[in-house]
């Protein structure tokens, strides 16, 4: 009965060593940079000023095996033997944001950037929380300029979509894209100068 109940368990382990899993995490250290890079071109954000870190919880520690009276692992040998037949596969992938399809699209907001420049400081054009750009108040603007202002915010709305779908899509994983925008929309409040206008997560427009 040992043998056939040995047999089995070496059996498991055998087809479990087979069917390796690869983890692909998701690099958010790196999103972060490149996020931060690219928003500093679009800005004309000064070389050597760094911007503002992003807020990130402390990790928490593991907590620590429990050991047994005579100071060794409580861990059965079969369990210690399926960790050496299967090691689980991670991997954390480098990002990859340097296409010719984002760096078109990156010179394309850097252009509609500094024609939005004086909406965003007069308060007129505000940053989202969905990584776009909106109108807050159109009657601000000169009405021969209306369908000018609306053209350059759907523009660079257009272009920051594409941006977010295309890091996505050149690094393998569409499933991506919502994290992506995500960075990006917290990074284009955090490097914004002072006094543009954002909205926070409940969609209540603050100032800077």
């Known amino acids: 009965m040992r043998h056939w109940r040995f047999t089995g368990i070496l059996l498991t382990a055998l087809v479990m060593a087979a069917c390796v899993t690869i983890n692909v995490y998701f690099p958010a250290a790196q999103a972060q940079q490149a996020a931060d890079r690219i928003i500093r ?13 992003a807020e990130s919880a402390p990790a928490k520690p593991a907590p620590a095996p429990k050991a047994s009276p005579q100071g060794r692992l409580e861990r059965p040998v079969w369990v210690a033997g399926l960790e050496w037949l299967v090691t689980p596969a991670q991997a954390a992938p480098n990002l990859s944001v340097n296409t010719p399809t984002v760096r078109r699209l990156e010179a394309s907001m850097k252009q509609l950037h ?5 909406y965003f400081r007069s308060g007129i054009v505000g940053l989202t929380a969905d990584g776009r750009i909106q109108i807050r108040d159109l009657n601000a603007v000169p009405l021969e300029k209306r369908h000018f202002v609306r053209r350059l915010v759907s523009e660079q709305n257009h272009a920051r979509d594409a941006l977010y779908h295309e ?42």
């Open 41 to 53: 071109d679009v800005y004309g954000t000064p070389k050597g000023k760094a911007p503002p870190p």
């Open 114 to 118: 500094a024609r939005l420049v004086p």
């Open 167 to 208: 890091i996505a899509r050149v690094n393998g994983h569409p499933d991506w894209e919502p994290k992506i925008r995500a960075i990006f929309a917290r990074r284009w409040i955090d490097n914004a100068p002072a006094g543009w206008w954002y909205q926070d997560k409940s969609g209540k427009w603050r100032r800077k």
